[in-house]
């Protein structure tokens, strides 16, 4: 049959048909430049934490911390053994010793609008409870503004 005659119909279940082949035929062609490129990006990422990881544990050396392992070398296949490094807790104040009664039970809002009223020292015992509780990013970017901003 040629074109001229076929229908609407065979020419649609024609196109349903070959499409489809023809889709999967490139999707087959493209696949191993797209896992090169994949490849390429997580090895890229690798060699970033590693480097990070390194100035992470020069820092930590500098500081006078715990000694760490040196990192794996970057390009190592796969992923490095993970190595523990053993991180002494720090110490906080309880909560009912805070400058803010009730801590636990404030929310963020009212805890930021209270900590310029607060001393130094008062504001690094809520950091550090902070910190080690629930983390608010609210509270403890607060606790960064009135520290660069210094005392007055």
Do not use: C, W
């Not at 190592?76 to 009664?101: M, N, S």
């Not at 930021?112 to 504001?123: F, I, S, W």
């Amino acid at each position: 049959m040629s074109d001229a005659r076929s229908s609407p119909l065979q020419r649609l279940i024609a196109s349903a048909v070959v499409l489809p082949l023809g889709l999967g035929a490139k999707f087959v062609d493209e696949l191993p430049t797209a896992v090169a490129a994949a490849n390429s990006r997580a090895d890229a990422i690798r060699a970033a934490g590693s480097a990070a990881i390194a100035r992470a544990i020069a820092e930590l050396q500098r500081l006078g911390g715990p000694a760490a392992p040196a990192p794996p070398p970057s390009g190592a296949a796969g992923l490095a053994p993970t190595t523990e490094i053993e991180v002494e807790p720090v110490a906080h104040p309880p909560a009912d010793a805070l400058a803010l009664p009730d801590y636990d039970q404030l929310p963020a809002a009212h805890i930021v609008g209270k900590l310029a009223d607060l001393t130094a020292g008062e504001r690094d015992d809520i950091e550090a409870y902070e910190s080690a509780h629930r983390n608010r990013r609210t509270v403890l970017g607060r606790l960064d503004q009135l520290r660069v901003a210094g005392p007055g």
